[in-house]
T-cell receptor, first 119, second 111 residues
Framework: GAVVSQHPSRVICKSGTSVKIECRSL??????MFWYRQFPKQSLMLMAT?????????EQGVEKDKFLINHASLTLSTLTVTSAHPEDSSFYIC???????????????FGPGTRLTVL | AQSVTQPDIHITVSEGASLELRCNYS??????LFWYVQSPGQGLQLLLK??????LVQGIKGFEAEFKRSQSSFNLRKPSVHWSDAAEYFC?????????FGTGTRLLVSP
């Protein structure tokens, strides 16, 4: 149980285009999901906390108009990188925290990640 | 402020030898602590977690970790390393809402 999927696993796009990444909790409901960014050989950097039915909370320094987050259901959150540029190339990982009663408090389950390359 | 420190950027261990990866944390209350493993180009897999109770925690793949409050540590151990254990290992602390990650330790396994 507690599986999180991400789609696509890899995407290559031209500079200036927008890219949408989906994060799904397959066998549990998650009011809260998280989006992370990971640069090569570095740790995960939290970008934003996504809450179902409300606006996402962005970490300091993360442009909310650049990285649009939508959490329309208890099993799906999407991250859209708008007007992507080469510096947005990175590994994006999502995680989902099960609602109370499903799993341990504050535990997060991670998706397999999405490799974005902007040419 | 909460933080996690993994002092070793990379460690090389011979196959069959024992392993210990260090993790120190800073947090004002009882921490929830995790160890994750990441293979290249992959997401994170949970190895084990500590919430409360027994300070020696058993995880998957033969890993264990010991929570030591007096030392603010949560070191990961394995008695005999396999070549397939080569990966990046992250220690993490759960504060309010968020996970805070250490910088990671890359484990290399030599024949």
């Amino acid at each position: 149980g507690a599986v999180v999927s991400q789609h696509p696993s890899r995407v290559i796009c031209k500079s200036g285009t927008s890219v949408k990444i989906e994060c799904r909790s397959l066998d549990f409901q998650a009011t809260t999901m998280f989006w992370y960014r990971q640069f090569p050989k570095q740790s995960l950097m939290l970008m934003a906390t996504s809450n179902e039915g409300s606006k996402a909370t962005y970490e300091q320094g993360v442009e909310k108009d650049k990285f649009l987050i939508n959490h329309a259901s208890l099993t799906l959150s999407t991250l859209t990188v708008t007007s992507a540029h080469p510096e947005d190339s990175s590994f994006y990982i999502c995680s989902a925290r099960p609602n109370l009663g499903q799993g341990s408090y504050n535990e997060q389950f991670f998706g397999p990640g999405t490799r974005l390359t902007v040419l | 402020a909460q933080s996690v420190t993994q002092p070793d950027i990379h460690i090389t261990v011979s196959e069959g030898a024992s392993l210990e990866l260090r993790c120190n944390y800073s947090y004002g209350a009882t921490p929830y602590l995790f160890w994750y493993v990441q293979s290249p180009g992959q997401g994170l897999q949970l190895l084990l977690k500590y919430f409360s109770g027994d300070t020696l925690v058993q995880g998957i793949k033969g890993f264990e970790a010991e929570f030591k409050r007096s030392q603010s540590s949560f070191n990961l151990r394995k008695p005999s390393v396999h070549w397939s254990d080569a990966a990046e290992y992250f220690c993490a602390l759960s504060g309010f809402q968020k996970l805070v990650f250490g910088t990671g330790t890359r484990l290399l396994v030599s024949p």
